[in-house]
Each structure stands twice: as C-alpha cells, then as structure tokens.
Nanobody, 116 residues
C-alpha cells in the first residue's frame, strides 16, 4: 500500500481560505476514488468530499457551496479548496484514496485551525 501525505493546513481567520493537497508516491492515475475526511477535537471522523475517477463529486452538507475537491498535478494530485471558513471547520483533515487494484491508503493528516 502507498502512504499519502497531506499539506496546506494552518491557521486562518474566519471567512478566509485554504487549499489542501494530497500527494502520493505512486501515480494518482491509478486512483478509483479520492476522499477528504476530517476529525474535529472530540468528534467523530466525517466525510467532507469525494471524487471518483469518472469525475463524480459528493460533499457533506456543511461543505457544499464552500469546498471543492479536484484533481491536481503530478506531485499534488488531489486538492481540497476551502473557502468561507468557519471556526467549526477546525479539524485534522485526512486524504484517503481507493486504488484500482483494490487497495486503499490514508494520509497522516494536516491541521486546519479557523480562529480570530
């Protein structure tokens, strides 16, 4: 299995924006489904956004209209653009990829803190 690496997290003010990326040592062209999850302090992990290789996207209710998942370049193949951030978006964000060969991988997470 391939280990993923997230980046782009940090501290941002409410109403601000961040773009997260997810890098994989292997080729993202082998990805079947790409997913962003998040886990806030003391909360269950939840699905934020997903993207199939066919281009179908799904978003959580809280992410709709504010977040966008997309394919990227070779070194950062999956992005999550987050706009109009709210304090309740504060969480560790994780990348997950299900590969065409049936295997799957998780990243280690990147922390997003939305605060004044």
């Amino acid at each position: 299995q391939v280990q993923l690496e997230e980046s782009g997290g940090g501290l941002v003010q409410p109403g601000g924006s961040l773009r997260l990326s997810c890098a994989a040592p292997g080729s993202i062209s082998s990805a079947n489904v790409m997913v962003w999850y998040r886990q806030a302090p003391g909360k269950e992990r939840e699905l934020v956004a997903s993207l199939t290789r066919g281009g179908i996207t799904k978003y959580s209710d809280s992410a709709k209209g504010r977040f966008t998942i997309s394919r990227g370049n070779a070194k950062n193949p999956v992005y999550l653009q987050m706009n109009s951030l709210k304090p309740e978006d504060t969480a560790v964000y994780y990348c997950f990829v299900n590969w065409l060969n049936g295997m799957s991988d998780w990243g280690k997470g990147t922390l997003v803190t939305v605060s004044s």
